[in-house]
Nanobody, 123 residues
Framework: QVQLVESGGGLVQAGGSLRLSCTTS????????MGWFRQAPGKEREFVAA?????GSTYSADSRFTISRDNAKNTVYLQMNSLKPEVTALYYC???????????????????WGQGTQVTVSS
């Protein structure tokens, strides 16, 4: 079982930046490809970015967002720049079983989820 805890959300003005973090206490963190998703009220959960086990392969659905990981710290990050009000949502990190890198953009690709951290961008 992988327990994920997100942090770093908050209220920011449009044009600002935030860095989200997702940590786990599990020793097998480096064995999981990771992803970030977001969900706004009344909307479906939306894929944001994914990273391979090593961190050497990444994909972001939004060029303003960058995903990375530090396996020594059991942490995955989402750097978000030039924020706009439309990205206001609850942001989740997720871990996926499997070793082969692919752009896993469906929520049901992932096996473990955190509780989310709220990001609110004001205009």
């Amino acid at each position: 079982q992988v327990q994920l805890v997100e942090s770093g959300g908050g209220l920011v003005q449009a044009g600002g930046s935030l860095r989200l973090s997702c940590t786990t206490s599990g020793r097998t963190f480096r064995s999981y490809p990771m992803g970030w998703f977001r969900q706004a009220p009344g909307k479906e959960r939306e894929f944001v970015a994914a990273v391979s086990m090593s961190g050497g392969s990444t994909y972001s659905a939004d060029s303003r967002f960058t995903i990375s990981r530090d396996n020594a710290k059991n942490t995955v990050y989402l750097q978000m720049n030039s924020l706009k009000p439309e990205v206001t949502a609850l942001y989740y990190c997720a871990a996926r079983e499997g070793t082969v890198w692919r752009i896993a953009s469906r929520a049901d690709d992932y096996d473990y989820w955190g509780q989310g951290t709220q990001v609110t961008v004001s205009s």
